[in-house]
């Protein structure tokens, strides 16, 4: 069993940067993929982004590129999403994951297994 646990929460003006952090305990997760998704109120959990195990490879939604940044330490075993220039519809609740997709799955929900609790994430214009 992998535990997630995000943190980074926070409400920031637009334009503005926030970190979010995904610490796992349980396992290493430096045999998974990792993504981070998003859920705004009333509408379906989203990708946002995804990078596979080793770090090499990285996949966006067209609608952060250029703007998130994903990465990964397996040694602190943590995922990290920096976002910058953010928006007010970045607002949602976003959640880690962890699963054995690959590059071309990474960006479907069924692809993970694991999941954390979520955090929130609000915008103000």
């Known amino acids: 069993q992998v535990q997630l646990v995000e943190s980074g929460r926070g409400l920031v003006q637009a334009g503005g940067s926030l970190r979010l952090s995904c610490a796992a305990s349980?396992?290493?997760?430096?045999?998974?993929?990792m993504g981070w998704f998003r859920q705004a109120p009333g509408k379906e959990r989203e990708f946002v982004a995804a990078?596979?195990?080793?770090?090499?490879?990285?996949l966006y939604t067209d609608f952060v590129k250029g703007r998130f940044t994903i990465s990964r330490d397996n040694a602190k075993n943590t995922v990290y999403l920096q976002m910058n220039s953010l928006k007010p519809e970045d607002t949602a609740v976003y959640y880690c994951?962890?699963?054995?997709?690959?590059?071309?799955?990474?960006?479907?929900?069924?692809?993970?297994?694991?999941w954390g609790q979520g955090t929130q994430v609000t915008v103000s214009s």
């Open positions: 349980g396992r290493t997760i430096s045999n998974y993929a």
């Open positions: 994951a962890a699963g054995a997709s690959t590059i071309a799955t990474m960006n479907m929900r069924a692809s993970y297994v694991y």
């Open positions: 990078i596979t195990w080793s770090g090499s490879n990285t």
